[in-house]
C-alpha cells in the first residue's frame, strides 16, 4: 500500500530553519492536494499549510512570512521550508496528502523541535 513518507525534522535553535518533505512511498501518477498538519502535546492538531496542484498555498495566521509550501512541478513531492523558527512551532509534524486513483494518505509523523 503506498503512503506517504516524510522527511526532515529535529532539532533547532530559535531563529533557525528546517526543511520538511513529503512524498509517496512508490510512484503514483501525481498529487492532488497535500498538506501539513502539526500537534503539539496537550493541543489539538493544526493545519499549517495546504496546497492544490496548480494553485497557490495557503497558511496558517501563526506561520504566514515564516514557512514556504511547495509542490514539485512533477506535483510527486512537497516541500516545507520553515524559517525563522519559535519555540511555540516545537510540535509532531504530519503530511496528508489526495492524489490519483482515489490515493489519499497520511505520513507516520515527524518531530520538529525548537530549543535553545
Known amino acids: 500500500q503506498v503512503q506517504l513518507v516524510e522527511s526532515g525534522g529535529g532539532l533547532r535553535q530559535p531563529g533557525g530553519s528546517m526543511r520538511l518533505s513529503c512524498a509517496p512511498s512508490a510512484s503514483i501518477a501525481s498529487l492532488s492536494t497535500m498538506a501539513w498538519y502539526r500537534q503539539a502535546p496537550g493541543k489539538q492538531r493544526e493545519l499549517v499549510a495546504s496546497i492544490a496542484s496548480g494553485g497557490n498555498p495557503v497558511y496558517a495566521d501563526s506561520v504566514k512570512g515564516r514557512f514556504t509550501l511547495s509542490m514539485g512541478s512533477a506535483r510527486n513531492r512537497v516541500t516545507l521550508q520553515m524559517n525563522t523558527l519559535k519555540p511555540e512551532d516545537t510540535a509532531v509534524y504530519s503530511c496528508?496528502?489526495?492524489?490519483?486513483?482515489?490515493?489519499?494518505?497520511w505520513g507516520q509523523g515527524t518531530q520538529v523541535t525548537v530549543s535553545s
Open positions: 496528508y496528502g489526495t492524489g490519483t486513483a482515489a490515493f489519499r494518505s
